[in-house]
C-alpha cells in the first residue's frame, strides 16, 4: 500500500502548495500534472478547509490516501474529497486527468434545489468512484471536465457563468453514479434528515466526548428516540457511530502527524493516554503503536510514545 510521511501537523491549504485563502465563489479546476510535476508527482498529506474537491484521474496510475484508508488504482476514477478530510496522492508522468476544488457557494447559488441535493449526497463521505473505461456516462463525465478545464482557460472565464454550469454537471453526474455504485441509498425522509443533523453533530464534537444524553437534548429529543434512530439507520447505537468517528480520526492523526501518541491522546480529548491506548485498540484491533507501523509510519518521533 503507498505510504505518505509524516508531519508534525497536517497543513490546509485553498490549492495544494499556496498560503492564499479560498473565495467564497472559488472554482478552480487544472490538470493533474500541472502541480504534481512541480513536486515530482507527489503531493502530500494536506486538508482543505471549507472547499470541495473532486481529482478525476481519466487514465493511468494514482496512489490515494482518504483519511485512513489507502488505495492504489488506475483510471477512470473520481475521487471525491469533502472538507476537512486528510488525502495524499502519488501519480506518474503517464497519468492524466484534471483537479476541481471549488466552494460549494460556486455551485449552488442560484440554482434549483436539486443541485445542493446531488452535492450533499455526492460529498457525504470521502470516497473513490471506479468508472467503466467504455461506458457511456464515463465519456460524458471525461468530456465535461476536459470542456471546463478548456472554459476556464478562457480569457472572459471569470465573466463567464459557463464554469459554474459545467461544474455543476460534474457534481450531478457523479452523484449519479455514486447512487448507482451505492447500495441501500438513503431519500430525504425525515428520519434520514434527523440522522443527518446527528452525524453533522457528531462531526463538530467528537472530540468533546458528549454523553449520548447531551446529543440527545441538542436535537431535541430523548437519548432512547435517539438509540431507536441510529439502529434503524445503521444498526448501531448512538454511542457506537460517536466512539467509531473518535476512533477514525484517531486513526488519521496517528497515520499523518509526527508526535507522540501522548500527546494525540490529549488533543482528541482523553485525559489519560493509558486509557486512550486502550479504547484505540478495543475499536481497531491494534495498539497506537502497532497502527503506526502497520500502515507504514517511519518517522520515529512519531512512535516515542504510545
Not at 496522492?89 to 446531488?118: C, K, Q, W
Not at 463521505?125 to 482557460?153: K, N, S
Request: aromatic share 8%.
Amino acid at each position: 500500500m503507498p505510504r505518505f510521511r509524516t508531519k508534525p501537523s497536517i497543513p490546509a491549504f485553498a490549492l495544494y502548495g499556496e498560503a492564499s485563502a479560498a473565495q467564497p465563489d472559488m472554482l478552480h479546476i487544472e490538470p493533474i500534472q500541472v502541480r504534481s510535476k512541480l513536486y515530482r508527482w507527489e503531493i502530500e498529506a494536506h486538508t482543505h478547509q471549507g472547499l470541495h474537491q473532486i481529482l478525476w484521474v481519466a487514465s493511468g496510475p494514482a496512489e490515494i490516501a482518504l483519511d485512513e484508508s489507502r488505495e492504489r488504482c488506475t483510471g477512470p476514477v473520481a475521487v471525491i474529497i469533502p472538507p476537512g478530510v486528510v488525502h495524499a496522492f502519488r501519480f506518474s508522468r503517464d497519468t492524466d486527468g484534471h483537479v476541481l476544488t471549488f466552494n460549494p457557494r460556486a455551485v449552488i447559488e442560484g440554482d434549483v434545489p436539486a443541485t445542493g441535493e446531488a452535492l450533499r449526497d455526492l460529498f457525504a463521505a470521502p470516497q473513490i468512484l471506479h468508472l467503466e473505461p467504455q461506458a457511456v456516462a464515463t465519456g460524458r463525465i471525461g468530456a465535461l471536465f476536459v470542456d471546463l478545464a478548456d472554459e476556464f482557460a478562457a480569457a472572459d472565464s471569470a465573466a463567464s457563468p459557463v464554469p459554474h454550469w459545467l461544474g455543476r454537471s460534474i457534481v450531478w453526474r457523479l452523484a449519479q453514479q455514486s447512487a448507482r455504485q451505492s447500495q441501500g441509498a438513503r431519500r430525504g425522509s425525515g428520519h434520514a434528515d434527523l440522522f443527518t443533523r446527528f452525524i453533522v453533530l457528531v462531526e463538530a464534537r467528537h472530540r468533546d466526548h458528549w454523553s449520548v444524553a447531551r446529543y440527545a437534548d441538542e436535537l431535541g429529543m430523548t437519548p432512547e428516540r435517539l438509540n431507536r434512530l441510529t439502529r434503524a439507520e445503521t444498526g448501531q447505537s448512538a454511542l457506537d457511530i460517536v466512539h467509531a468517528r473518535l476512533a477514525r480520526e484517531a486513526c488519521r492523526r496517528l497515520t499523518y502527524i509526527a508526535a507522540p501518541v501522548s500527546k494525540l491522546a490529549f488533543e482528541l480529548g482523553f485525559k489519560d493516554p493509558a486509557y486512550f491506548c486502550r479504547f484505540f485498540k478495543r475499536h481497531t484491533g491494534a495498539s497506537p503503536r502497532d497502527y503506526r507501523r502497520a500502515m507504514g509510519v517511519s518517522d520515529s518521533t512519531a512512535l516515542a510514545a504510545h
